[in-house]
């Protein structure tokens, strides 16, 4: 397999060296890939690509300010790919946490592939981005293909909970009649941005008009997911509908981000319905709301398959986003490496699996 760009030279590795990272997109996520990925013994963090470096910092800025990290990592953050690939000497993999979108992402996708580098991204819409823009997706899976690179789009949701550990479950089925699976979670954690797409604090009446808009948009995934389960059984999707109804709160909830008086709205019920020939086949609820204890809501993953036989599984409270969301990235670099060149989804990839040889002190504080 050849995987090499004429645009630069390819950096070998022994199967011994850790394998060099990249992280573009310091957020909530990339500093939580950054523990990861510096608590890790077969990986190592040799740069970083940032917004919030300008030319004139970058050569001093040290990951760790930028990235809110305990520790000084002695890497500098860089406001560009070629900075950053310049800077570390070379690298194999991009760790890619700046959108959730497969336009926004397509052009950092390109400077990856030319740069001579894989990429695992968390956009929500590369879990599946035939599934929104498939010119696109053909587009960047023929670069891919060309470059001898490989792309992966994964995450906790698209790329897990209601999609690939769905798929897992029905491995040991013999018959899938139906899918229905129920994510509840808590956004207290979550930023400004979140809460204006979930339309956290809104009146009812703001809500349906922001829904209307495009404005909140609930949770960016449904049809990613339900195309990797369908494409997984072997069926095909003659239709997708989806509804947003505002979480509407008895009680006054507060987050650092953001006051919900009693009857305004705490969170978004997204929910979707993925048809076969008229029928439902796949049901997918996500309710997310800030503070969901202030009304006892139990905050959980829930998956039902109906078939031969029927299986159900619960974990409660949630998987934690962030944390899965940064792991599964991390831990797809080594099976992304491997595998051969193309946008590839979680379908084409071996079963996700975590390490015990990262420091646990490093993952968790940073
Ligand atoms: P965030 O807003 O905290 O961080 C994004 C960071 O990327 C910001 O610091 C921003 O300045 C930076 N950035 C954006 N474009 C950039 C560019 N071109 N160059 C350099 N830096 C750039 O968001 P987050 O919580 O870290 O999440 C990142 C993305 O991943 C979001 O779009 C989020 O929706 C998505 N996400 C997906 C999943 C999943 O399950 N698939 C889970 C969590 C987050």
């Known amino acids: 397999m050849t995987r090499m760009s004429p645009t630069a030279p390819l950096v070998q590795r022994s199967q011994e060296e850790p394998v060099r990272v990249i992280l573009w997109g310091l957020g909530a996520m990339g500093r939580l890939m950054a523990r990861m990925v510096l608590a890790d013994p077969d990986l190592k963090l040799v740069g970083a690509v940032s917004r919030r470096v300008s030319e004139s910092r970058a050569a001093g800025t040290d990951i760790a300010e930028v990235a809110g990290l305990n520790r000084p990592t002695g890497i500098a953050a860089s406001p560009t790919l070629a900075a950053a690939v310049e800077k570390a000497g070379g690298a194999q993999v991009v760790l890619q946490a700046t959108s959730s979108l497969a336009r926004e992402c397509a052009p950092e996708l390109q400077a990856c592939l030319e740069h001579d580098l894989d990429v695992v991204s968390i956009a929500e819409e590369l879990a599946y981005p035939w599934a929104g823009n498939p010119k696109l997706a053909d587009r960047l899976d023929e670069a891919a293909r060309e470059a001898g690179h490989t792309i992966l789009g994964t995450g906790v949701n698209p790329g897990f909970v209601l999609d690939t550990l769905i798929i897992v479950l029905t491995g040991v089925t013999g018959h899938v009649a139906s899918v229905y699976a129920r994510r509840v979670n808590d956004l207290s954690p979550f930023g400004p941005t979140v809460m204006r797409t979930q339309g956290v604090g809104l009146s009812v009446d703001q809500f349906r008009e922001k829904v209307a808009d495009g ?29 947003r109804e505002p979480i509407v709160s008895k009680v006054r909830r507060q987050t650092p981000h953001v006051l919900v008086e009693p009857g305004y709205v705490a969170g978004c019920r997204h929910t979707a319905r993925g048809l076969v020939g008229g029928k439902v086949f796949i049901e997918l609820e996500h309710p997310q709301q800030v503070r969901p204890e202030a009304e006892g809501v139990q905050t959980g993953d829930y998956i039902k398959i109906a078939g031969y036989p029927d299986i159900e599984i619960k974990t409660a409270p949630e998987i934690p986003g962030g944390i899965a969301t940064a792991a599964i990235a991390v831990n797809m670099i080594k099976p992304v490496l491997e ?17 015990a040889r990262r420091a646990a002190a490093v993952v968790a504080d940073g």
């Open 215 to 243: 404005t909140v948009v609930g949770h960016i995934g449904f049809p990613e997911s339900m195309h990797l389960i369908a494409k997984a059984l072997g069926v095909r999707l003659t239709a997708i509908e989806q509804a």
């Open 339 to 355: 595998a051969r060149p193309g946008l590839l989804t979680m379908l084409d990839l071996p079963i996700p699996r975590g390490s």
